[in-house]
T-cell receptor
Framework: NAGVTQTPKFQVLKTGQSMTLQCAQDMNHNSMYWYRQDPGMGLRLIYYSASEGTTDKGEVPNGYNVSRLNKREFSLRLESAAPSQTSVYFC????????????FGPGTRLLVL | AQRVTQPEKLLSVFKGAPVELKCNYS??????LFWYVQYSRQRLQLLLR??SRESIKGFTADLNKGETSFHLKKPFAQEEDSAMYYCALKIVGPGGGADGLTFGKGTHLIIQP
């Protein structure tokens, strides 16, 4: 099993550009999450999806949208990127929301100029 | 609101010395706490969770509800323990379902030879 995979690994954007970060898991997990990791700030939850067809805001949702395309895939979209969105983005999944272990992807490094 | 505090950004100890990484939390509900670790160039992974009362790689953590703490301890540090350590608190939403994890800002542990 590949676990949680993310694409791309690294991306550079100009202010105002849009992009979608992709995440997929092959563990048949119900719940998926998007976090951002910033120096000195730890990980902060952007959005999560408790199950296929549902999404909810986390701690820092502004400037982002998500889509739970199916049980395997959970994408994060930046409609108009800003320098403040420069960060490392992690996708995670768990069998059920918040419960037990969350499995993390390798991360996407995003630089917004 | 829930909060996880890791007071030390950086902790440096010598190989063979005891290690204690501090974690304090504030939460009105019944807490479930976790320690996650991120080794250099690797993805975030679960180290241990309090409900399991387990010891992983020589690390233990005891939940102290009176002091609202969940400190991570190891009696004899090893060089391979050098990593970022994050304490995390499970969040329960208003409907009773879990919403994800709140992470502390992390402690960078360096084990010197």
């Amino acid at each position: 099993n590949a676990g949680v995979t993310q694409t791309p690994k690294f991306q550079v954007l100009k202010t105002g550009q849009s992009m979608t970060l992709q995440c997929a898991q092959d563990m048949n997990h119900n719940s998926m999450y998007w976090y951002r990791q910033d120096p000195g700030m730890g990980l902060r939850l952007i959005y999560y999806s408790a199950s296929e067809g549902t999404t909810d805001k986390g701690e820092v949702p502004n400037g982002y949208n998500v889509s739970r395309l199916n049980k395997r895939e959970f994408s994060l979209r930046l409609e108009s990127a800003a320098p403040s969105q420069t960060s490392v983005y992690f996708c995670a999944s768990s069998g059920w929301t918040g419960g037990e272990t969350q499995y993390f992807g390798p991360g996407t490094r995003l630089l917004v100029l | 609101a829930q909060r996880v505090t890791q007071p030390e950004k950086l902790l440096s100890v010598f190989k063979g010395a005891p290690v204690e990484l501090k974690c304090n939390y504030s939460y009105s509900g019944s807490p479930e706490l976790f320690w996650y670790v991120q080794y250099s160039r690797q993805r975030l992974q679960l180290l241990l969770r309090h409900i399991s009362r387990e010891s992983i790689k020589g690390f233990t953590a005891d939940l102290n509800k009176g002091e609202t703490s969940f400190h991570l301890k190891k009696p004899f540090a090893q060089e391979e323990d050098s990593a970022m350590y994050y304490c995390a608190l499970k969040i329960v939403g208003p409907g009773g379902g879990a919403d994800g994890l709140t992470f502390g800002k992390g402690t960078h542990l360096i084990i010197q030879p």
